[in-house]
């Protein structure tokens, strides 16, 4: 949960993060104060059955248009960006749900994000090469896998 205050803190700092989302996000965060201090522990064996989908990364031909789509259409705030590497992750505030950046094809989806609670690096590679897949590093960050078409998965904290 430090970690979250700490992201919201800085954001509001840098002024990517008005004093009332900044108010906003505290409250939700106080309001769940038990359930983030239950959080699952570490996994040892992996179990997809309570996976959500994280986010959505998306090529684009042109980043700000897209930033601002985002933001109009349904009113995403920038959660971060990775500015070297061109990615601008947008969502509600607190949770990233799209991440976009400029590549070749535009238009194509980079690849999905599954969160796990509990998520462990080491027991999602051996549960990911116990069953025949090789897991990679990604480009930009987590780790991923092909599905059979190519697509690229990739294994997160949810």
């Given at each position: 949960?430090?970690?979250i205050?700490?992201?919201?803190?800085?954001?509001?700092?840098?002024?990517?993060?008005?004093r009332?989302?900044?108010?906003?996000?505290?409250?939700?965060?106080?309001?769940?104060?038990t359930?983030?201090?239950?959080?699952?522990?570490?996994?040892?064996?992996?179990?997809?059955?309570?996976?959500?989908i994280?986010?959505?990364?998306?090529?684009?031909?042109?980043?700000?248009?897209?930033?601002?789509?985002?933001?109009?259409?349904?009113?995403?705030?920038?959660?971060?960006?990775?500015?070297?590497?061109?990615?601008?992750?947008?969502?509600?505030?607190?949770?990233?749900l799209?991440?976009?950046?400029?590549?070749?094809?535009?238009?194509?989806?980079?690849?999905?994000?599954l969160g796990i609670?509990?998520?462990?690096?080491d027991?999602?590679?051996?549960?990911?090469?116990?069953?025949?897949s090789t897991?990679?590093?990604g480009?930009?960050?987590?780790?991923?896998?092909?599905?059979?078409?190519?697509?690229?998965?990739?294994?997160?904290?949810?």
């Amino acid at each position: 949960m430090e970690s979250i205050i700490a992201n919201l803190v800085s954001r509001f700092e840098k002024g990517s993060l008005s004093r009332r989302e900044l108010i906003e996000g505290l409250a939700l965060l106080a309001a769940s104060g038990t359930a983030a201090t239950a959080a699952p522990s570490p996994q040892t064996s992996v179990n997809f059955t309570r996976a959500n989908i994280d986010h959505v990364s998306i090529k684009v031909a042109d980043l700000q248009r897209s930033i601002d789509f985002y933001k109009t259409m349904f009113g995403f705030t920038v959660v971060s960006e990775d500015k070297p590497g061109g990615i601008v992750r947008l969502g509600n505030g607190m949770k990233v749900l799209v991440s976009i950046n400029t590549g070749k094809p535009s238009s194509v989806m980079d690849h999905y994000s599954l969160g796990i609670p509990g998520f462990n690096a080491d027991a999602v590679r051996r549960h990911m090469t116990e069953r025949g897949s090789t897991p990679l590093q990604g480009d930009y960050a987590g780790l991923h896998i092909k599905d059979p078409d190519g697509i690229n998965v990739q294994i997160s904290q949810s």
